[in-house]
């Protein structure tokens, strides 16, 4: 029997085009959202260049539908 380790997938790096995409606003708000640190910030992958942790991206689209959904569910019931 072989022993295997699993390893966690590098964090992979998305650009600002794929978060606009991703969660549907526009570059100005999600820059707004990133100064009132209601978004996560970028990182700097070159001189000119910043990117995004797709899966802290992911975590904030998931809270987002989260928060969204238990505020339906309070008003409904």
């Not at 606009?20 to 959202?33: E, P």
Request: glycine residues 6%; contains cysteine.
């Amino acid at each position: 029997m072989k022993n295997t380790v699993q390893t966690s997938p590098a964090p992979r790096i998305i650009r600002l085009s794929e978060v606009v995409t991703r969660v549907g606003l526009c570059r100005a708000s999600i820059y707004n959202l990133i100064k009132a640190g209601d978004f996560p910030t970028q990182i700097q992958l070159g001189l000119n260049s910043v990117g995004w942790i797709e899966n802290e991206v992911q975590a904030w689209i998931d809270s987002r539908i989260q928060a969204s959904r238990g505020q339906q569910h309070a008003v409904a019931a």
